[in-house]
């Protein structure tokens, strides 16, 4: 059967699985920790059984095949002819992702590939009500191929087995006569030994993962039954459109700005009239534009119940995952962006963040190490928590790798303080995990993860206390398209800073200023600052003023980085609708876009990050010569 | 007036893909929707309608229970959409014993190869069942509960009958539930059921019918023999025949053939009957749709066995026996409820 990619019918099966199978992510993870719930067994047999009547309708054969064998192990669960464990899930999570990867495929219009007769295989034991096939299959493996092994060095390694580990293959083979054990049943004791998941033992240990946020929980039967009532009552719009509508919004609100600014000109009160209810209704459409747009930040949550539980597993770690705010709402735009990001955070903490439960336990922790995601609103922005429990980040550390890896100076290292030294990580090239795995990044990964938040107008904070644990905090605004910033001029121009990366604003005697090195430096709270004339850069001094005698400082963060950028005047704060630069000027370092101000002239958007990399450097250099 | 008909399914995709079907129906109206059972019982009081649609897995209420409570509260022809699995046959037998109507496969593929086909019959089941609704609201068929036994009076004896046939389609399977179940275990014939069902479904109808039922019901299989008081249920999906042997009777199941509609058929097996038992058959036509049965009933009554039809206020779907009374071909027009008690008395 050919596939029609844009096929109506098509599509609303692909919509509505979509979310199903989302859904389904998060509900099999949570049934690891509540295997009897019969409520969350009922919601994925439907899953699966919902997907699969979609998927008979458009005759998809390969996927009605695979949805029904994974409904055939639910069905058997929730008769309770068999029970849930680590390897059964790992069996249907491959089966949720081989549903995606058709998903994929139907997408882009090519019929899904048959499904691996394997893996049906495997459904299709598992489905019956006998016992972990995996243990059979160890047991009932002929000893033939085996790699002897005296009767004493096979109780060594069952006595160097750690307490606590099961190991029924290891009882297999014991009871076996001959005193030899296969391939596979060493392998599995040396892995056992090393302490790597039991897997292959066919140990049926529960996985450490278990989300403890009762939303998740609850919300699985229900929101099925909810959803599609709702679906009756709704439009699909190509996210394209609201793109081009928030747009003439924007353009809606520079003209209002506008407006506004005139207003304050006339004495015409019938006008003014006009104008205010303009600027309201402006604001109001604004508002329900913006709204159109917001999707709960589950949409990208929702993956990490198994993201942490895979790497958990992987790592042979116990993690608890808890997550909070999931229906905090932001831009639809927002929530794509964040989510690589996320990820990748997430991960670290679970990678680098938790410790093993040796490490745990010897420093008095409970084993499952817990991290955190929270969202919640902050005013027009979104905070973000990423928080493990773990080992936390040591300065000191920080400050050698900095030094091994030629990125400071020693004693520029040494100057660093606590939180600078965090800030370290966020720089190209940094990892502190001296050997490399293949969970998490491998020293590239969290400069990137700086960007794209420093892309959104976001910001990244790090706390963080040895052997207490981390606490990332990310902050955006909660819409890419309007964003709040600080006008100032410079010369005659007018610029606006991202109100994000604005710390703090100084009146200084600028005759007052120390020079260390050949650079500019103000003391602030006994720590120094470095300084730069924003005129300088931005090639504005053309003029040929002199330079005043006191200014207006601006403090901006970029980073563990922190300078003050010296301007002619404060305008004020106002919130401006981003528009690109023209051709001419797109991909001018330091410029992130443009604007109309409310008086109708057009301001520059500054953008800190790249301004700071562009300039920093060179003016520093010529500044010394 | 078109047929109202509520949809009840938890998919939106699938609520939308059966309202497009079958709002292409002039005759059909789809009333409105509901995503589980309790919404459904809502909708039920509220909207009235001819006709239900009826998922079986569902949140909040399943299918099997939406239907008892819908039966309870405010009877309403329902059908069921079923899965052809084992466990779907199962549920889809709760569903008719608590009071559904009839069942369609949930995969349309399932229903017909041709993918229009399959649409034209799953408007015409709904068809079927909402105008028989309909009627019932006008009075013209007297309901069930009430009116019966209006044709019962005046049974022939039926002589020295050899074996007993029944066939049935939709809302078949509650019917033969309850003329078999007033048959006693000693019944002294043995007993060759046709019920137009998937494959998957006759097993589990088999086991049900011998669980609840005095007598023994299974799924008949090639070379049985007939034994008294031993009901054989033919496959879904083949066909069920008599073929006579130097050592006695013995039972054929065989693939079905193109050119046979319906598999199991009643026509079929009625027909091989007729040659091994001229004269000595009592074959029984009970509700469902077509007119399935009326050839083989023709070919019994010309070997001069007796046929009984089921009268149309005690049928689900008046069709097949309406067939065979209208060609003249039925000794007795005969309420459901009488139906298992005379075969107790006569046979």
């Known amino acids: 059967m050919a596939i029609d990619a844009d096929d109506k019918i098509l599509q609303d099966f692909l919509v509505e699985a979509g979310e199903i199978v989302e859904n389904l992510g998060s509900q099999l993870v949570e049934l690891e920790s509540r295997a009897g719930d019969f409520d969350l067994l009922n919601a994925v047999f439907r899953g699966f059984h919902t997907i699969k009547g979609g998927a008979g309708f458009l005759n998809l054969s390969p996927m009605v095949e695979l949805c029904h064998h994974s409904e055939d192990v639910f069905n058997s669960l929730r008769q309770g002819k068999r029970t849930v464990d680590a390897d059964l899930m790992d069996v249907v999570l491959q089966a949720v992702d081989v549903v995606n990867a058709m998903f994929q495929a139907l997408r882009a219009g090519r019929d899904p590939a048959p499904v691996d007769k394997q893996l049906i295989e495997r459904l299709e034991s598992l489905a019956q009500p006998a016992q972990a096939p995996t243990q059979r299959s160890v047991a009932s493996q002929p000893a033939a191929n085996t790699d002897d092994l005296t009767d004493q060095e096979f109780e060594a390694l069952l006595d160097a087995l750690p307490a606590g580990v099961p190991a029924p293959a290891v009882e297999t083979a014991k009871s076996g006569q001959s005193g030899e054990i296969t391939d596979a049943e060493f392998e599995a004791l040396l892995d056992a030994l090393q302490g790597a998941p039991a897997e292959k033992t066919g140990a049926a240990r529960m996985p450490a993962v278990k989300s403890v946020s009762g939303e998740i929980v609850n919300d699985p039967p229900s929101a099925p039954a909810a959803a599609p009532v709702a679906a009756e009552n709704t439009v699909r719009v190509d996210t394209k459109r609201l793109d081009d509508i928030m747009n003439m919004v924007g353009e809606l609100v520079l003209v209002r700005n506008r407006l506004v600014t005139l207003k304050a000109a006339t004495d015409d009160e019938q006008m003014a009239a006009a104008v205010a209810n303009i600027d309201v209704v402006t604001e109001n459409l604004q508002v329900a534009v913006m709204k159109t747009r917001m999707q709960p930040i589950k949409k990208v949550f929702g993956r990490f119940p198994r993201v942490v539980r895979d790497l958990a597993r992987g790592l042979g770690k116990e993690v608890v995952l808890e997550l909070q705010g999931e229906e905090t709402d932001l831009d639809k735009n927002l929530v794509e962006a964040l989510a690589d990001p996320l990820v990748h955070l997430v991960r670290n903490a679970v990678d680098h963040g938790i410790e093993g439960p040796e490490i745990r336990r010897a420093a008095g922790k409970p084993d499952a190490g817990r991290v955190l995601l929270a969202a919640a609103q902050e005013g027009d922005h979104i905070r973000l928590v990423i928080a493990d429990d773990g080992g936390g980040m040591d300065p000191e550390l920080l400050r050698r790798k900095a030094v091994e890896k030629g990125v400071l100076d020693p004693d520029a290292a040494a100057r660093l303080g606590r939180e600078d030294c965090y800030g370290l990580i966020f720089l190209p090239g940094f990892s502190t995990k001296s050997e490399i795995t293949d969970v998490s990044g491998r020293g590239v990964g969290m400069d990137v993860v700086k960007t794209r938040i420093s892309q959104l107008n976001g910001t990244i904070d790090i706390e963080s206390e040895p052997g207490k644990g981390t606490r990332m905090i990310i902050r955006v605004p909660l819409t890419l398209a309007i964003m709040p910033t600080l006008m100032v001029m410079v010369g005659p121009q007018v610029f606006a800073l991202p109100l994000t990366c604005v710390a703090e604003i100084l009146h200084l005697d600028l005759k007052k200023l120390n020079n260390i090195d050949g650079q500019r430096v103000v003391m602030v709270r006994d720590r120094p600052l470095p300084l730069f004339y924003l005129r300088q850069w931005l090639n504005c001094d053309g003029s040929g003023e002199p330079w005043p005698d006191s200014g207006h400082v601006v403090i901006v963060t970029a980073g563990a980085q922190r300078v003050g950028f010296i301007v002619d005047s404060l305008i004020g704060q106002e919130e401006v609708v981003i528009k690109p630069l023209g051709a001419l000027l797109q991909g001018t370092p330091g410029l992130a876009g443009a604007t109309i101000t409310g008086n109708g002239r057009m301001a520059l958007i500054l953008d800190v990050p790249g301004l700071m990399h562009a300039y920093g450097r060179s003016a520093r250099q010529s500044e010394v010569a | ?347």
């Open chain 2, 1 to 347: 007036m078109a047929v109202r008909v509520l949809i009840v399914d938890d998919s939106g995709f699938f609520r939308r893909r059966i309202a497009e079907i079958l709002s292409a129906d002039p005759l059909l109206e789809v009333a409105g929707v509901a995503a589980n059972g309790m919404e459904a019982i809502e909708q039920t009081e509220a909207l009235r309608p001819d006709v239900i649609t009826m998922d079986i897995e569902m949140p909040v209420l399943d299918g099997i229970n939406a239907v008892r409570r819908i039966m309870a509260d405010r009877p309403t022809p329902i059908l069921m959409f079923s899965s052809l699995t084992h466990e779907g046959a199962k549920a889809t037998l709760d569903a008719l014993d608590a009071g559904a109507m009839d069942y369609l496969p949930k995969r349309l593929e399932d229903i017909s190869q041709d993918r229009e086909e399959a649409r034209r019959r799953l408007c015409a089941r709904v068809r079927a069942l909402g105008l028989r609704s309909q009627a019932h609201h006008r009075g013209v068929i007297p309901d069930v509960r009430e009116g019966r036994a209006a044709h019962t009076a005046g049974l022939r004896p039926i002589g020295n009958h050899r074996l007993v046939l029944i066939g049935a389609s939709t809302g078949g399977p509650v019917a033969l539930r309850q003329v078999l179940s007033q048959l006693p275990g000693n019944f002294p014939l043995p007993l060759l059921l046709v019920q137009h069902m998937p494959a998957s479904f006759t097993p589990a109808f088999a086991q049900r019918l011998n669980d609840l039922c005095a007598i023994t019901v299974r799924e008949a299989r090639d070379g049985d023999v007939l034994q008294p008081g031993n009901a054989l249920l033919a496959p879904g999906g083949r066909q069920m025949l008599l073929e006579a042997r130097r050592d006695g009777t013995v039972v054929r199941v065989r693939d079905s053939e193109a050119s046979q509609h319906y598999h199991p058929s009643l026509d079929v097996t009625f027909g091989s009957a007729a040659t091994v038992y001229p004269g000595k058959v009592l074959a029984v036509v009970l509700t469902g749709m077509g007119a399935d049965g009326r050839e083989g009933a023709r070919q019994l009554k010309g070997s001069g066995s007796t046929v009984w039809a089921q009268d149309e206020a005690s049928c689900a779907i008046y069709g097949m026996p309406m067939a065979v009374t209208e060609a003249g071909l039925a000794d007795q027009v005969i309420s459901l409820s009488d139906i298992g008690p005379a075969l107790a008395r006569r046979a």
